[in-house]
């Protein structure tokens, strides 16, 4: 009979080196003003384990690879099981990929679910799951095919629906303008989503990191308080407006010469997707018109109410963007 002893005692062995070789973890605190999402995956497209708030310290584990944020790969897995980018930490001296062990080739894989949708009205996909402060990432025309990749019905109440839909631009949109409401027994819940903001400026550059040559580069998201609503005009999506007239007509084109939908009677509400303004008509009762939910346009001063004095409302024209994907807000990249 062969003894198993001495193969118990090479595994043992194995199994002592291995640990001794895992590099013990240490911490670091997010870079100032700067809230983040731990993801399950290094990716962005993944869903939220956690949300960090201003100032947390970090256990870092581990790094691997995931999306490129500004020419850097880096992800940190922390003592939460989850993952945050290099890019939201504060400044390290040394570098991670040297002081930190590899996480291991299984964190490299993207895990996400995807499901189709299609926009049912113009749509605005948001950076963040609230109407009022998150800035707009895509301007979604109506009857544009989209993938949602996961779902929460913790966001902004729209109408009577607050399920938002995370797609593959890495945005959020309302369950309420798409064609059908997802599917969720197909989808991931998002985790919980926090408040986050677009980086328009240049960061500081990071210790080189290896890249994921399968993935494409991602601009940086940088995470402040909410917009103070005593400077800023809060943004709405699918308004719901007041008829101050007898009647309202609703015209196929913002033009009283165009054919004629249908007429909105007095004190009757009407939702309203967008305006259009059209200066060069000479009619000053017709320079503004709505973009209603029965897809045809009323004249602004149809209504009780001004969106201007209000809310910033889109404008129509940011929802064609030629091939029905509407404008794109571009953030800053930092370039080798």
Not at 75 to 85: A, E, G, H, N, V
Not at 94 to 120: M, N, R, W
Not at 208 to 221: D, F, K, M, R, T
């Amino acid at each position: 009979m062969i003894s198993s002893l001495p193969t118990l005692g090479f595994f043992l062995v194995l199994a002592d080196v291995t640990n001794a070789a895992f590099k013990p973890p240490f911490n670091n605190t997010l870079e100032k003003g700067v809230a983040t999402e731990c993801k399950t995956c290094p990716y962005s497209l993944c869903t939220n384990k956690e949300y960090y708030d201003y100032e947390t310290v970090v256990s870092l584990i581990c790094w691997t690879t995931g999306t490129v944020i500004d020419g850097d790969s880096t992800w940190l897995r922390t003592s939460d099981d989850c993952y945050i980018t290099q890019y939201d930490l504060a400044d390290y001296a040394g570098e991670y990929e040297t002081d930190l062990s590899f996480c291991g080739q299984d964190s490299t894989v993207e895990h996400i679910t995807t499901a189709p949708a299609t926009t049912k009205y113009n749509t605005e996909c948001n950076i963040c799951d609230d109407n009022a402060s998150c800035e707009v990432i895509k301007y979604l025309k109506y009857g544009t095919d989209i993938t949602v990749t996961c779902w929460t019905d913790l966001g902004d109440l729209v109408i009577n629906d607050s399920t938002w839909l995370k797609t593959t631009d890495n945005c959020y949109v309302a369950q309420i303008g798409l064609e059908e409401p997802a599917d969720k027994s197909e989808l991931d819940y998002c985790g919980p989503v926090g408040f986050i903001q677009v980086n328009y400026t240049t960061p500081e550059k990071r210790a080189p990191s290896p890249l994921n040559s399968n993935e494409n580069s991602h601009a940086s998201l940088a995470k402040h308080s909410p917009p103070s609503s005593s400077h800023d005009l809060n943004k709405r999506y699918l308004l719901n407006i007041t008829v101050g007239e007898d009647y309202a007509p609703c015209y196929s084109t913002p033009s009283s010469a165009s054919q004629l939908v249908k007429s909105y009677e007095w004190d009757h509400g009407v939702w309203v997707q967008c305006y259009v303004n059209s200066f060069e008509n000479t009619n000053p009762n017709e320079t503004y018109w709505y973009f209603t939910t029965d897809f045809c346009y009323v004249r602004e001063v149809d209504f009780w109410e001004s969106l201007f004095d209000q809310y910033r409302f889109p404008n129509c024209d940011l929802f064609d963007g030629g091939d029905g994907s509407g404008d794109t807000v571009d953030t800053r990249e930092v370039s080798d």
